[in-house]
C-alpha cells in the first residue's frame, strides 16, 4: 500500500482531529468511562465518530451520539475512489492493507492529540478507550482487535477489561 496516498487524509487529521475529540469530552463532561469509535463502512466510504459513556463497546452500532466530520469522511473517499485495483465489495489481502493503513493514519493522529484536551474536560487520556471498526461488513471484528491496542495504552486496556 503506498503511504503516499494517505497523506492528505494524515494532513486533514492532523489539522481537526483535536477539536472533534475536545467537542466529544465537552459533551460527555468528564464523565468516565468513555468510549469513542471511528465507524466506516464495509467500502471504507468514510469514517464517522460515535461515543459513549460505557465499557460495553459491543453495542457501538446503537450509540446515539454521533458526529460527522468533513475531515473523516471526504479525505477518505477521495483515497477510495483513487484505488482502482482494490475491489472494496469483498474480502481481500488488499483491502486489509487498505484499512491497515487508515488505521495507522488514526494512530498516529490519536497519539498526538494534545493532553491538555484531557486535563481541560476532566479526564485523562487512559480514561478514553478509541477503537475503529466496520458499521457493517468484512473486517468489523479484526478492526476493533487490530486498533484497540494499537489507540490506547495497555493500562486503558485493561481499565476496560479487553481481552484481545
Known sequence: MNPTLFENF?????????DSIDEILRTTKGQTPCSIGFI???DFYGFYLCWNNTTDI???YNW???LYPEFLYQPVVEIVDS???IDFCKKSDEKWAFAQAL???LEKNIKQLPDE???NNHCQREDILFFATMSDGDYIQELYTTSVPLFNSSKTIETYGLKL
Not at 494524515?10 to 483535536?18: G, I, N, V
Request: charged share 20%; with cysteine; glycine share 0%.
Open 58 to 60: 459491543d453495542s457501538y
Open 64 to 66: 446515539q451520539q454521533a
Open 117 to 119: 484536551i484531557f486535563h
Open 83 to 85: 484505488c482502482k485495483t
Open 40 to 42: 466506516t463502512t464495509d
Open 10 to 18: 494524515d494532513k486533514h487529521c492532523s489539522k481537526y482531529l483535536t
Open 103 to 105: 488505521l495507522t493514519v
